[in-house]
Protein backbone atom coordinates (compact mmCIF):
# COMPACT_ATOMS: atom_id res chain seq x y z
CA UNK A 1 0.00 0.00 0.00
CA UNK A 2 2.91 2.43 0.38
CA UNK A 3 4.09 1.48 -2.45
CA UNK A 4 0.48 2.39 -4.36
CA UNK A 5 0.46 5.77 -2.10
CA UNK A 6 3.55 6.86 -3.99
CA UNK A 7 2.63 6.42 -7.88
CA UNK A 8 1.26 9.65 -8.83
CA UNK A 9 -1.87 10.22 -10.60
CA UNK A 10 -0.68 10.81 -14.36
CA UNK A 11 2.84 9.34 -14.25
CA UNK A 12 4.37 6.37 -16.21
CA UNK A 13 4.69 4.54 -12.92
CA UNK A 14 1.70 5.16 -11.75
CA UNK A 15 -0.28 4.44 -15.70
CA UNK A 16 1.76 1.18 -16.04
CA UNK A 17 1.09 -0.05 -12.58
CA UNK A 18 -2.77 0.31 -12.82
CA UNK A 19 -2.99 -1.16 -16.25
CA UNK A 20 -2.07 -4.47 -14.88
CA UNK A 21 -4.08 -4.29 -12.06
CA UNK A 22 -7.41 -2.28 -13.38
CA UNK A 23 -9.32 -3.21 -9.71
CA UNK A 24 -7.28 -1.60 -7.88
CA UNK A 25 -7.10 1.81 -9.02
CA UNK A 26 -11.01 1.60 -7.93
CA UNK A 27 -9.82 0.96 -4.79
CA UNK A 28 -7.15 3.27 -4.08
CA UNK A 29 -8.97 6.54 -5.40
CA UNK A 30 -10.36 6.20 -1.75
CA UNK A 31 -7.63 6.57 0.14
CA UNK A 32 -7.06 9.08 -2.66
CA UNK A 33 -9.52 11.08 -1.46
CA UNK A 34 -8.54 11.01 2.20
CA UNK A 35 -6.31 13.87 4.14
CA UNK A 36 -3.48 10.81 4.31
CA UNK A 37 -1.36 9.90 7.46
CA UNK A 38 0.24 13.11 9.67
CA UNK A 39 -2.16 15.47 7.64
CA UNK A 40 -3.65 18.57 9.72
CA UNK A 41 -7.22 17.94 8.03
CA UNK A 42 -7.28 13.65 9.52
CA UNK A 43 -9.43 13.04 12.05
CA UNK A 44 -6.93 12.49 14.94
CA UNK A 45 -4.75 15.80 13.97
CA UNK A 46 -2.79 16.85 17.08
CA UNK A 47 0.06 19.00 16.57
CA UNK A 48 2.91 17.90 19.79
CA UNK A 49 2.22 14.50 18.66
CA UNK A 50 2.22 14.67 14.66
CA UNK A 51 5.53 16.93 15.18
CA UNK A 52 6.92 14.47 17.09
CA UNK A 53 6.09 11.30 14.63
CA UNK A 54 7.40 13.39 11.97
CA UNK A 55 10.87 14.25 14.02
CA UNK A 56 11.32 10.40 14.11
CA UNK A 57 10.76 9.52 10.61
CA UNK A 58 13.14 12.40 9.75
CA UNK A 59 15.76 10.60 12.15
CA UNK A 60 14.75 7.30 10.20
CA UNK A 61 15.96 9.21 6.68
CA UNK A 62 18.95 9.97 8.54
CA UNK A 63 20.18 6.33 8.74
CA UNK A 64 19.51 5.36 5.60
CA UNK A 65 23.49 6.04 4.85
CA UNK A 66 24.31 3.43 7.15
CA UNK A 67 21.89 0.76 6.15
CA UNK A 68 25.25 -1.17 4.14
CA UNK A 69 28.28 -0.45 3.78
CA UNK A 70 31.55 -2.33 3.21
CA UNK A 71 32.74 -4.84 5.24
CA UNK A 72 36.15 -5.02 6.82
CA UNK A 73 39.02 -6.76 5.31
CA UNK A 74 39.76 -8.11 8.84
CA UNK A 75 37.89 -11.42 9.55
CA UNK A 76 37.61 -11.56 13.29
CA UNK A 77 37.86 -15.46 13.99
CA UNK A 78 34.68 -16.83 16.20
CA UNK A 79 33.16 -20.03 16.00
CA UNK A 80 29.80 -19.97 14.92
CA UNK A 81 28.40 -20.33 17.93
CA UNK A 82 29.94 -17.25 19.77
CA UNK A 83 28.98 -15.42 16.46
CA UNK A 84 25.22 -16.42 17.63
CA UNK A 85 25.48 -15.66 21.31
CA UNK A 86 27.59 -12.31 20.12
CA UNK A 87 24.87 -11.01 17.47
CA UNK A 88 21.88 -11.83 20.67
CA UNK A 89 24.02 -10.33 23.26
CA UNK A 90 24.55 -7.25 21.06
CA UNK A 91 20.90 -6.99 20.06
CA UNK A 92 19.53 -7.29 23.66
CA UNK A 93 22.10 -4.74 25.26
CA UNK A 94 20.78 -2.22 22.75
CA UNK A 95 17.65 -2.44 23.41
CA UNK A 96 15.75 -5.59 21.47
CA UNK A 97 13.56 -7.70 23.52
CA UNK A 98 13.44 -10.80 21.58
CA UNK A 99 15.90 -11.93 19.10
CA UNK A 100 16.31 -14.82 16.74
CA UNK A 101 18.08 -16.36 13.68
CA UNK A 102 16.49 -17.90 10.48
CA UNK A 103 17.95 -19.22 7.25
CA UNK A 104 17.04 -16.20 4.59
CA UNK A 105 13.95 -18.34 2.39
CA UNK A 106 12.97 -16.97 -1.04
CA UNK A 107 9.42 -16.06 -0.07
CA UNK A 108 10.85 -14.21 3.19
CA UNK A 109 11.92 -11.16 0.14
CA UNK A 110 9.81 -8.90 -1.82
CA UNK A 111 10.75 -9.00 -6.07
CA UNK A 112 11.05 -5.31 -6.77
CA UNK A 113 11.33 -2.28 -4.73
CA UNK A 114 8.56 -0.27 -4.00
CA UNK A 115 9.01 2.70 -2.92
CA UNK A 116 11.39 6.48 -3.32
CA UNK A 117 13.78 6.64 -6.01
CA UNK A 118 14.42 2.97 -6.09
CA UNK A 119 10.91 2.11 -7.53
CA UNK A 120 10.69 -0.90 -9.35
CA UNK A 121 14.44 -2.06 -9.32
CA UNK A 122 14.46 -5.98 -8.61
CA UNK A 123 15.80 -7.65 -5.93
CA UNK A 124 18.51 -9.93 -5.77
CA UNK A 125 18.89 -11.62 -2.65
CA UNK A 126 22.40 -12.99 -1.54
CA UNK A 127 22.35 -12.86 2.20
CA UNK A 128 22.24 -16.09 3.79
CA UNK A 129 21.14 -15.39 7.21
CA UNK A 130 18.62 -13.25 8.76
CA UNK A 131 18.42 -12.00 12.24
CA UNK A 132 15.41 -10.70 13.33
CA UNK A 133 14.24 -8.76 16.72
CA UNK A 134 11.52 -7.04 18.29
CA UNK A 135 10.81 -3.45 20.42
CA UNK A 136 8.42 -3.03 22.99
CA UNK A 137 5.41 -0.08 22.39
CA UNK A 138 4.61 1.47 25.29
CA UNK A 139 0.88 0.28 26.20
CA UNK A 140 -0.13 3.53 27.41
CA UNK A 141 0.67 5.24 24.51
CA UNK A 142 -1.09 2.42 22.08
CA UNK A 143 -4.11 1.87 24.56
CA UNK A 144 -5.07 5.56 22.89
CA UNK A 145 -5.46 4.21 19.63
CA UNK A 146 -6.52 5.29 16.97
CA UNK A 147 -5.50 8.37 18.49
CA UNK A 148 -2.02 10.19 17.62
CA UNK A 149 -0.18 8.66 20.35
CA UNK A 150 -0.12 5.39 18.59
CA UNK A 151 1.86 7.25 16.03
CA UNK A 152 3.74 8.94 17.83
CA UNK A 153 4.84 5.83 19.56
CA UNK A 154 5.43 3.47 16.43
CA UNK A 155 7.90 6.48 15.07
CA UNK A 156 10.14 5.72 17.95
CA UNK A 157 10.29 2.35 18.04
CA UNK A 158 10.58 2.36 14.48
CA UNK A 159 13.32 4.69 14.98
CA UNK A 160 14.56 2.70 17.99
CA UNK A 161 14.60 -0.75 16.14
CA UNK A 162 16.39 0.79 13.43
CA UNK A 163 19.26 2.23 15.44
CA UNK A 164 19.67 -1.29 17.24
CA UNK A 165 19.63 -2.97 13.28
CA UNK A 166 21.98 -0.39 12.41
CA UNK A 167 24.64 -1.25 15.48
CA UNK A 168 24.18 -5.26 14.73
CA UNK A 169 24.77 -4.37 10.60
CA UNK A 170 27.87 -2.38 11.66
CA UNK A 171 29.39 -4.87 14.31
CA UNK A 172 28.87 -7.79 11.55
CA UNK A 173 30.61 -5.79 8.68
CA UNK A 174 33.42 -5.20 11.68
CA UNK A 175 34.06 -9.02 11.78
CA UNK A 176 34.88 -8.72 8.12
CA UNK A 177 30.88 -9.81 6.29
CA UNK A 178 28.56 -8.14 5.12
CA UNK A 179 25.06 -6.97 6.62
CA UNK A 180 22.38 -5.16 5.90
CA UNK A 181 20.12 -3.48 8.12
CA UNK A 182 16.26 -3.91 6.73
CA UNK A 183 14.24 -0.84 8.63
CA UNK A 184 10.94 1.42 8.17
CA UNK A 185 10.98 2.29 4.46
CA UNK A 186 13.91 0.52 3.20
CA UNK A 187 12.64 -3.07 3.71
CA UNK A 188 13.92 -5.55 1.02
CA UNK A 189 12.10 -8.75 2.89
CA UNK A 190 8.50 -9.15 4.85
CA UNK A 191 9.71 -8.95 8.45
CA UNK A 192 6.62 -10.24 10.12
CA UNK A 193 7.56 -13.54 7.75
CA UNK A 194 11.07 -13.73 9.10
CA UNK A 195 10.30 -12.74 12.84
CA UNK A 196 7.88 -15.90 12.76
CA UNK A 197 10.47 -18.43 11.10
CA UNK A 198 13.03 -16.69 13.47
CA UNK A 199 10.83 -18.25 16.32
CA UNK A 200 9.53 -14.91 17.50
CA UNK A 201 5.88 -15.20 17.27
CA UNK A 202 2.84 -16.59 14.63
CA UNK A 203 1.31 -14.63 12.05
CA UNK A 204 -2.29 -13.60 13.89
CA UNK A 205 -6.10 -12.75 12.82
CA UNK A 206 -4.81 -9.18 12.38
CA UNK A 207 -2.38 -9.86 9.62
CA UNK A 208 0.64 -9.06 11.67
CA UNK A 209 3.10 -10.77 14.30
CA UNK A 210 1.89 -12.04 17.97
CA UNK A 211 4.10 -12.69 20.16
CA UNK A 212 3.84 -14.67 23.24
CA UNK A 213 3.95 -12.09 25.66
CA UNK A 214 3.55 -8.79 24.12
CA UNK A 215 1.19 -10.27 21.71
CA UNK A 216 1.00 -7.41 18.35
CA UNK A 217 2.13 -4.74 20.63
CA UNK A 218 5.77 -4.63 19.12
CA UNK A 219 7.97 -2.91 16.13
CA UNK A 220 10.09 -5.55 14.00
CA UNK A 221 13.15 -4.98 12.60
CA UNK A 222 15.70 -7.22 10.45
CA UNK A 223 19.27 -7.84 9.55
CA UNK A 224 20.59 -9.59 6.51
CA UNK A 225 24.15 -11.58 6.43
CA UNK A 226 26.36 -13.66 4.67
CA UNK A 227 27.83 -14.50 8.04
CA UNK A 228 26.94 -17.69 9.21
CA UNK A 229 24.66 -18.35 12.15
CA UNK A 230 22.87 -21.26 14.32
CA UNK A 231 19.12 -20.68 13.25
CA UNK A 232 17.08 -21.04 16.01
CA UNK A 233 14.15 -23.79 15.59
CA UNK A 234 10.47 -22.54 14.47
CA UNK A 235 7.84 -24.47 16.41
CA UNK A 236 4.40 -23.54 15.05
CA UNK A 237 2.16 -22.01 18.66
CA UNK A 238 -0.71 -23.76 17.89
CA UNK A 239 -2.12 -21.83 21.21
CA UNK A 240 -1.44 -18.49 19.83
CA UNK A 241 -3.42 -19.32 16.67
CA UNK A 242 -6.56 -20.95 18.29
CA UNK A 243 -6.37 -18.38 20.69
CA UNK A 244 -6.78 -15.68 17.46
CA UNK A 245 -9.01 -18.21 16.25
CA UNK A 246 -11.49 -18.00 19.46
CA UNK A 247 -11.22 -14.07 20.21
CA UNK A 248 -12.14 -12.63 17.14
CA UNK A 249 -11.81 -8.93 19.45
CA UNK A 250 -9.94 -7.13 16.94
CA UNK A 251 -12.28 -8.02 13.99
CA UNK A 252 -14.80 -6.75 16.29
CA UNK A 253 -13.20 -3.19 16.99
CA UNK A 254 -11.46 -2.60 13.45
CA UNK A 255 -12.89 0.77 12.09
CA UNK A 256 -12.65 -0.41 8.76
CA UNK A 257 -14.13 -3.81 9.01
CA UNK A 258 -10.34 -4.91 7.19
CA UNK A 259 -9.86 -7.63 9.45
CA UNK A 260 -11.76 -11.21 8.95
CA UNK A 261 -14.04 -12.88 11.00
CA UNK A 262 -13.61 -16.31 9.03
CA UNK A 263 -11.44 -19.55 9.50
CA UNK A 264 -8.14 -18.87 8.22
CA UNK A 265 -7.86 -19.36 4.63
CA UNK A 266 -4.85 -21.66 2.51
CA UNK A 267 -3.26 -18.32 0.55
CA UNK A 268 0.24 -19.06 -1.82
CA UNK A 269 0.27 -22.18 -0.09
CA UNK A 270 0.04 -20.88 3.44
CA UNK A 271 -2.55 -21.12 5.64
CA UNK A 272 -3.51 -17.80 7.30
CA UNK A 273 -5.97 -14.99 7.94
CA UNK A 274 -5.54 -12.02 5.27
CA UNK A 275 -6.65 -8.03 5.83
CA UNK A 276 -8.54 -6.14 3.75
CA UNK A 277 -5.22 -3.62 3.04
CA UNK A 278 -6.87 -1.35 1.22
CA UNK A 279 -9.82 -0.76 3.80
CA UNK A 280 -7.08 -0.41 6.09
CA UNK A 281 -4.83 1.94 4.77
CA UNK A 282 -7.89 4.41 3.63
CA UNK A 283 -8.83 4.58 7.63
CA UNK A 284 -5.21 5.25 8.25
CA UNK A 285 -5.30 8.17 5.58
CA UNK A 286 -8.56 9.59 6.77
CA UNK A 287 -7.39 9.12 10.83
CA UNK A 288 -3.68 10.74 10.06
CA UNK A 289 -2.41 8.02 12.43
CA UNK A 290 -1.57 3.97 11.77
CA UNK A 291 -4.32 3.30 13.56
CA UNK A 292 -3.43 0.35 15.83
CA UNK A 293 -6.89 -0.52 17.40
CA UNK A 294 -6.18 -3.59 16.66
CA UNK A 295 -3.39 -3.89 18.67
CA UNK A 296 -5.02 -1.77 21.46
CA UNK A 297 -7.57 -4.38 22.21
CA UNK A 298 -5.70 -7.42 22.00
CA UNK A 299 -5.54 -9.55 25.04
CA UNK A 300 -2.30 -10.28 24.68
CA UNK A 301 -1.27 -6.61 24.58
CA UNK A 302 -1.98 -6.13 28.32
CA UNK A 303 0.80 -5.20 30.29
CA UNK A 304 3.42 -8.04 31.21
CA UNK A 305 2.31 -7.91 35.29
CA UNK A 306 1.38 -11.36 36.93
CA UNK A 307 -2.28 -11.32 36.48
CA UNK A 308 -1.60 -11.19 32.50
CA UNK A 309 1.88 -13.70 32.71
CA UNK A 310 -0.94 -16.25 34.57
CA UNK A 311 -3.59 -15.68 31.96
CA UNK A 312 -1.00 -16.48 29.02
CA UNK A 313 0.40 -19.68 30.36
CA UNK A 314 -3.11 -20.58 31.08
CA UNK A 315 -3.77 -19.61 27.45
CA UNK A 316 -0.87 -22.14 26.29
CA UNK A 317 -1.52 -25.24 28.36
CA UNK A 318 -5.47 -25.46 28.67
CA UNK A 319 -7.63 -25.49 25.10
CA UNK A 320 -10.93 -24.63 27.27
CA UNK A 321 -9.65 -21.51 29.24
CA UNK A 322 -9.12 -20.03 25.93
CA UNK A 323 -12.63 -19.42 25.41
CA UNK A 324 -12.71 -18.89 28.98
CA UNK A 325 -10.04 -15.97 28.46
CA UNK A 326 -12.04 -13.94 26.03
CA UNK A 327 -14.68 -13.95 28.09
CA UNK A 328 -12.99 -12.63 30.73
CA UNK A 329 -11.28 -9.98 28.90
CA UNK A 330 -14.76 -8.55 27.67
CA UNK A 331 -15.64 -8.94 31.18
CA UNK A 332 -12.87 -6.56 32.10
CA UNK A 333 -11.89 -4.50 29.41
CA UNK A 334 -14.81 -4.44 27.61
CA UNK A 335 -15.66 -6.46 24.08
CA UNK A 336 -15.27 -3.34 22.65
CA UNK A 337 -13.53 -0.94 24.64
CA UNK A 338 -12.92 2.80 24.43
CA UNK A 339 -9.79 4.15 23.25
CA UNK A 340 -7.77 5.65 26.44
CA UNK A 341 -6.79 9.18 26.62
CA UNK A 342 -3.22 10.26 25.14
CA UNK A 343 -1.03 10.18 27.86
CA UNK A 344 0.56 13.75 28.69
CA UNK A 345 3.51 14.53 25.61
CA UNK A 346 6.08 17.01 27.78
CA UNK A 347 8.74 19.11 26.30
CA UNK A 348 11.21 15.98 26.60
CA UNK A 349 9.47 14.03 23.97
CA UNK A 350 9.42 16.86 21.53
CA UNK A 351 13.26 17.30 22.32
CA UNK A 352 14.20 13.81 21.88
CA UNK A 353 12.28 13.39 18.73
CA UNK A 354 14.05 16.52 16.78
CA UNK A 355 16.64 15.28 14.44
CA UNK A 356 20.19 16.52 14.71
CA UNK A 357 22.22 17.68 11.98
Not at 120 to 131: E, L, R, T, V, W
Not at 254 to 277: M, Q, V
Request: with cysteine; net charge positive; charged share 25%.
Amino acid sequence: MFSRKELSPGSMQYDQYYRKNPKREILDLNFRKEPGLLSEKSLYYHPAAFKIAENYFKKIDQLIPFITGLPSKNITELNIFERTQNIKQIATSLGALNVGITKCKDYHFYSHKGRGTSYGKQIYPSDKFAIAFTVEMDHKMVAAAPKASILMESSKQYYNAAKIAIGIAEQIRNWGFEAKAHIDGNYELICPLVARDAGLGELGRMGILMTPTHGPRVRIAVVTTTLELIPDNYIKNHTVLDFCRICKKCADCCPSNAISFSEPETLEGTKRWKINSEACYTYWCKAGTDCGRCMAVCPYSHPNNVAHKLTRWAIRHSSPFRKIAVILDDFFYGKKPTPKKIPQINDSDLKDSIPKL
